[in-house]
């Protein structure tokens, strides 16, 4: 990139013959630099004195942000989808209504909605957006997210007239006419700080996609236990009371699920975890194993869990 000269009256010296000429392009840069300097100034600067830049600001929205995700990830089970938000009613508190706090990835489950999900939040990632008419997530942990990640979007991009302009292409995209030594400088330090916030915000999202992934899996798997103990009692219900054979102990299903974990009796709620661990282990798709198997191993350990909790 080129340095322009830093002898700002240069233009009016070679002004292509005419004076008049070269001093109306020296205004011209000067306005130019100045024009530039303000719109910096309206993205960075902080309205409140003697407060961060905005770019900080932001860096540390995004640290609480992923302090909040190492907090709340960690301690979630797969199998209790349910306390990723506690869902309570709106409760009356004076003039004011408390909201129902809760986010639809994590509600009952639907195909069609997490099909739409699965489609809309990289979506909204990918165009800055917050929310759509397909989902808002309020003031859930995506909502956080996406809110940060439009922050980031619009502190990246220069105002009109340097509408071209992004701040994490500095320093080559300043304009000839307005390149010095310093000003390359500062933007190479803005640049590196609004690099490392896409960086961390990038990290936040690829946990935060993996784990709703997880939770809206797992609400599958749940769903599809349902079905099958709605059809199984539907088909119990329509067999002969006189059948001669003897019932066993356990459901069909029940039995599949002891078979299918190699269990001879039914097992404790110790042993049952302990099980569905070393199995899981075994046969996650991460770790080298069969995808297909893996979900008919959570969907047993559902069917057992549910079992020995209404024992």
């Not at 004011?96 to 909605?113: C, G, L």
Request: charged share 25%; glycine share 4%; with cysteine.
């Amino acid at each position: 990139m080129r340095i322009a000269n830093q002898d700002w009256f240069e233009p009016a010296l070679y002004g292509n013959g005419s004076w008049t000429s070269g001093l109306d392009r020296v205004l011209c840069i000067e306005e130019s630099k100045l024009q530039f300097v303000r719109c910096l100034k309206s993205i960075l600067c902080n309205t409140i004195p003697h407060a961060p830049d905005r770019i900080t600001i932001l860096q540390q929205d995004v640290k609480m942000l992923e302090h909040t995700l190492q907090l709340r990830l960690g301690i979630l089970a797969m199998d209790r989808p349910q306390a990723w938000f506690r869902h309570s009613p709106a409760t009356e508190r004076g003039p004011f209504s408390a909201a129902v706090f809760e986010d639809p990835i994590f509600s009952r489950f639907e195909e069609s909605r997490a099909v739409a999900i699965r489609h809309v939040l990289p979506e909204l990632w990918r165009s800055r957006q917050v929310s759509c008419s397909e989902y808002d997530p309020s003031a859930s942990l995506w909502g956080r997210l996406l809110l940060l990640n439009k922050r980031w979007a619009q502190l990246n991009q220069l105002p009109p007239p340097f509408g071209d302009v992004f701040v994490d292409e500095l320093p080559e995209a300043l304009p000839d006419d307005l390149s010095s030594p310093a000003l390359i400088q500062f933007g190479a330090l803005l640049a590196q700080k609004i690099k490392a916030c896409q960086r961390d915000l990038e990290v936040c999202y690829q946990q935060l996609w993996c784990r709703s992934e997880s939770f809206l899996y797992a609400l599958h798997i749940q769903h599809l236990s349902h079905k099958a103990r709605k059809q199984q009692s539907h088909q119990q219900s329509s067999q002969s009371r006189h059948e001669s054979r003897p019932r066993s102990p356990f459901s069909q299903a029940v039995e599949e699920s002891l078979r299918f974990m190699n269990f001879g009796s039914m097992p404790s709620f110790t042993d049952l975890k302990q099980r569905y661990r070393t199995m899981a282990h075994h046969l996650h798709p991460d770790k080298g194993g069969n995808e297909e198997r893996f979900k008919l191993l959570t969907y047993h350990y559902q069917q057992l869990l549910k079992f020995l909790q209404r024992a």
